[in-house]
């Protein structure tokens, strides 16, 4: 039996978590307050995922800058490379809230979305 204790990062109350693994059951979670953290919790001890956020360049943008996110969580280990796919890119404005700036990211079937419109700079 092996104890992993875990802070819950799903909202900002960040609820202790403990989570029991042992061999052919499933994992236990004790210390969330709401489903999500329970789900957190399996998740994050057996396929934990992330959905990764940053900012891509748009020159020619107002602002140059645009928020992006992936569609969906992704693996956490295809965090890095979704990274390493993203150096360099630059996107064409105008672009619309929720298009898809990069698909199948890191070849993770998940698709990378602008989170905001930017409208061409005048
Ligand atoms: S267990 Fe629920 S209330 Fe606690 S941090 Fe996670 S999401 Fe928030």
């Not at 956020?53 to 890095?80: H, N, Q, R, W, Y």
Request: glycine residues 10%; proline residues 12%; hydrophobic residues 35%.
């Amino acid at each position: 039996m092996k104890k992993v204790s875990l802070t819950c990062i799903c909202c900002p109350l960040g609820c202790p978590l403990e989570v029991t693994l042992e061999e052919g059951k499933d994992p236990v979670v004790r210390g969330h307050t709401c489903p999500k953290g329970h789900q957190y919790g399996k998740m994050e001890v057996t396929a934990p995922t992330r959905t990764l956020t940053t900012t891509l360049p748009v020159p020619g943008g107002d602002p140059a800058m645009v928020p992006v996110k992936t569609a969906a969580p992704i693996p956490k280990g295809s965090v890095l490379p979704a990274m390493e796919a993203l150096k360099g890119v630059t996107l064409t404005p105008p672009i619309a809230l929720g298009q898809v700036v990069a698909e199948n990211i890191a070849g993770t079937g998940v698709n990378l979305i602008a989170t905001r419109d930017i409208p061409v700079k005048e």
